[in-house]
């Protein structure tokens, strides 16, 4: 089998060749769309194919800071690390630091 993956404004891209079985895990990309399609053939008859009923969505992962997260005590002209994980977030990061 033939897995591909259509997003908005897309061609399909390859997902995976050459599975065998009835099954695929795929690890989703943080790429957010609501017009997803899946699609899978026959790797030897490209005419025994089926895709999606209807579009899917991938929704964007939630930007997630590591760290500081709350309770940290800090110095006058002391340094600190600011840690997020960068699965989360689908384009370049942009940080801004607030202080109330």
Not at 34 to 54: A, G, L, Y
Not at 72 to 85: A, F, L, M, P, Q
Request: contains cysteine; glycine residues 4%; proline residues 3%.
């Amino acid at each position: 089998m033939y897995c591909t993956v259509l997003t908005e404004g897309s061609s399909y891209n390859t997902l995976i060749t050459n599975i065998t079985g009835n099954n695929y895990i795929w690890n989703v990309n943080n790429t957010p769309s609501t017009n997803v399609i899946i699609k899978v053939r026959d790797n030897q008859n490209i005419c025994r194919k089926d895709v999606s009923n209807s579009a899917n969505t991938i929704i964007a992962a939630t930007p997630a800071l590591i760290s500081p997260n709350g309770g940290e005590t800090w110095n006058v002209n002391s340094t600190h690390n600011i840690t997020w994980n960068t699965a989360t977030f689908f384009t370049n990061v942009c940080n801004r630091i607030f202080d109330r």
